[in-house]
């Protein structure tokens, strides 16, 4: 069926160390792909997004890059801080049309050792 | 802050029960999701509404509806409560009327069924 795989599911590094997050997807006709960090006891926070009409976009410390032929798309984080700890989500729009839904993969928690 | 606003924070209720949620959007959205968060399932799209319609359905169960209000609030009504159900419930809301734009999550109402 249509879904969003991400990887990997628990993520540590060292304070200024980088993280990668990365995702797959499986419907080509796919075109928006947002990220999402989610700390503890709060709602999903859009972070960062890209179209399928750019390869990568970046903000400040975090980038997003997308594959489209290969239907991956990955979140990158530089010089991680202690505060980037949460969980983080990508998604994608599936279903095509008027019928775009967002389909979330199962999240990678990332921690961020001091 | 969101600006995306749920109610309660917490609900504690008995199997068999009925519940409403409830969530306003961002000032000038006109779309409202509603997602349920568990451990085992991740965030599931449940239901859409857009402008009063409902414009989009997931994986929601028949127990549950939802409405939008002509003042763009939405309740989301979960009737004879399972165990299953406790979860997380979140509510996003975006300006535009499919899954192809910015979501904005509120901070999730907690339910716990037992």
Known sequence: ?114 | DSGVTQTPKHLITATGQRVTLRCSPRSGDLSVYWYQQSLDQGLQFLIQYYNGEERAKGNILERFSAQQFPDLHSELNLSSLELGDSALYFCASSVHPDGSYEQYFGPGTRLTVT
């Not at chain 1, 249509?2 to 540590?12: A, C, G, I, K, R």
């Not at chain 1, 419907?27 to 009409?53: C, H, M, T, V």
């Not at chain 1, 980038?63 to 991956?72: E, P, S």
């Open chain 1, 1 to 114: 069926g249509e879904n969003v795989e991400q990887h990997p599911s628990t993520l540590s590094v060292q304070e200024g160390d980088s993280a990668v997050i990365k995702c797959t997807y499986s419907d080509s006709a796919s075109n928006y792909f947002p990220w999402y960090k989610q700390e503890l006891g709060k709602g999903p926070q859009l972070i960062i997004d890209i179209r399928s009409n750019v390869g990568e976009k970046k903000d400040q410390r975090i980038a997003v890059t997308l594959n489209k032929t290969a239907k991956h798309f990955s979140l990158h984080i530089t010089e991680t801080q202690p505060e980037d700890s949460a969980v983080y989500f990508c998604a994608a729009n599936l279903g095509g049309g008027s019928n775009y839904k967002l389909t979330f993969g199962k999240g990678t928690l990332l921690t961020v050792n001091p």
